[in-house]
């Protein structure tokens, strides 16, 4: 063999080689899940939403899940285990539309898992969007089950340095129970951050039809959360509408889209009331929770001691909501709330 | 497909190869070819298959005129032919731009159309027009379609060039399969691959994230963040572009094509003339060829001349992209170069006296002028531009931006920052930006470029070791893991 043949087999021959070894740590590991549950001993960093939910979905034990946007991120599994017996995992994407929701549903209810119940946050605004529209990209080689597109995985440079050897040079294992929490820490939760934070949108003078966002929130339930209900008939369903802060509601005012928000809330509780595996929880009419802006660290994320409140609701079934009437009362209460609130009083101080 | 994407190293070129020395070994010269154009077609439809269909109709389109020319060398329909060409390249490329312009100079509301460009069609239409009209003279004769196809198509340089003429491929084409493989040459192109790959994938992305960040937030830049911004961009376009090129011609010698050079170091020129016989030195070959001696080059006294110049720089200008921005950075080369010839035929009977310092000196000015006509290459319109050049000549003198900084915080440098306790350090943020820039600048304006390292390269352990290490890094850094703020719906 001539050198020159020789020189170029052997640089092919070393990176075969570095490469097969590469991948085989990473199958070994396997910090996204992808092919096995993790390992016992190995500490595992888990922040990554997009990349390690689906091999989590798949390959990890539970009989509960969370589901829903960035105010489903505080809860903590362990409550769920506590109060209602369950073995929960947090699945949630923060800004998540409703084909985030599918794609996440399409992989928990392709595991070997029986899931007795799924936790569904819905955040009505991510619901007029595009029934295939996702917050951010999707990774698909992460999402589907062929192998032969695992090279952005196997072969990649920040799984192996991010999510293998800094682990292991410096090892802080992920508490699965509080997983994507909230960076916010407890002083950010108060109305001096979240007023200096705000910005009063202009007042539109068009309101928006009442029907506006019905026709692509029946799309989006139809095509991205329905069918999941459907062919899951033994799994019960807690879906929930989150209780954003009165700066939310003044948003919908200034926005002019209050009978248009109201509606698609209706809307979207009858879909739900007509399964026997849902059940519907609102909390948006708790006044004493989303008038004290303290609870707040800006207009809608809420302090985790309301997601625990929520979990307790789960179990004892306050604030649920069982059929369409109720849900009308409960928006009507919403819509006395918004009236009663002083937002002059709120904005005449310079925070 | 991208040459440093999985689907290329895996597969794409593995099956090239294979499939190329396999037809050649079994003496089937004709079927390799057609292999090759296969291969090529597969690369470009990869992107899109609509733009597949483009490129085929134009190889039919400019082959057709091939014949009709051939048989009888007509003027007429020469300029048919290119003006066919420039029809298809008009609309895909500059008609939105035609509309804009139109808009606001005649207060108009035309629609604009949204057009895709197809992936490299310059560089296959100017190498088409280079043909037909090389046709037409009598320089290029009887081509066989499956020659042209292969000529227009070849993937390593369909997509960035470099703008290769029939004279220096057709030939090669000819003699496929007539000669012993030359590992040699084979060798050296994978050693240019691996060079070129890690030009591109670990050099000019890393550069590319902090001119992007600077790009993205002019608004927060201090003085001294501009003129990274402008430096930073400066290097990730020449390490880009010219480790691409690489990639091209090592894959082209490891198919036994050489492929013409296409950047000789252009920031080691001394004057803006010399840096454009280094930098896109394919692209000057043709609007020199088929432009600037057409309109009489330097035959109709000094004045023509020079503005036979302008005419090719605001050409070569509008050529790189649809926008004014181009046209102002191909006015600025355009001015410089026409000032600099006149300087050297003015005083060209004069004793030059070259100090190493005057050498050096011409460089950094002649990079910096450079680098400031590339912030209208990159800024999205002149006014994006204008506005960071404002920052870097007027802007506010702070510490540079951590955030910029940030992105040149490589993972793989974690370790040794840390095992050495750079960390703890009051610049420590600072380390590898600087380290990095002094790296870039030092390989793009003093250091040898990547074919000269393959010819001085030992084909020993040494170099083994590392274009190995260069191409596992290379590759491991095709994919990242995507990360989002995740504060807020």
Redesign the interface.
Known sequence: MNKYKKWMMAIVLAVLTALLLEAAVVVYVDPFFQYHAPLPDFPYLVDNQINQNPGMATHMAYDSVILGSSMTVNFNTDWFEELMGLDTIKLNYSGAYPKDQANIMERIFHSDNQVETVFLGIDVMTCTGGVDETKYPIPDHLYDDVIWNDAAYLWNKDVFLNYILRPLADPDKTDLATVYQSWWTDEYYNIQWVMHNYENPDQIAKETAADAYLASVEANLSQNICPYIEQNPDTTFYVFFPPYSILYWNDVIKENHLRATMAEYQYIADRMLAYDNVRVFYFPDLEEIVTDLNNYADYTHYHRDINYYMTQCFADGTCEITDSEQMAAALARTGEMIARFDFEELFSVEW | MLFNS?IFV?IFFPVCLLGYYGLLHGQRPQAAKLFLTFMSFWFYGYFNLSYLLIMVGSIAFNYLFHLLLSKKPDKKLMILAVAGDLSVLFYFKYFDFFLSTVNTVFQSSFALRGILLPLGISFFTFQQISFVVDTYRGEVRNCSLTDYALFVSFFPQLIAGPIVNHGEMLPQFHKAGQERVR??Q???G?GLF?LGMAKKVLIADTFGAGADYGYDNIAFLGCMDAVLVIVFYALQLYFDFSGYCDMARGIGKMLGIEIPVNFDSPYKATDIVEFWKRWHITLNRFFTKYVYIPLGGNRKGAARMYLNLMIVFLLSGLWHGAGWNYIVWGAMHGVLYVVTRFWQKTFSGRKKARFKIMTILSQILLFAYVSIAWVYFRAKDIAQANSLLMVAFQGKMQKISLDLAECFQL??F??VI?ILHLDNMAYSRYILMAVILAAGLYLAMAGPNAAQRMERVK???G???V??VL???S??????????L????
């Open positions: 999985y895996f590992w040699e084979i060798a050296e994978f691996i993972d793989e974690w370790y840390k084909y020993r352990a170099s083994v070791f274009l190995a191409m596992v890094w590759i491991l850094t095709f994919s990242g893991v995507s990360t989002f995740y504060f807020n719906f």
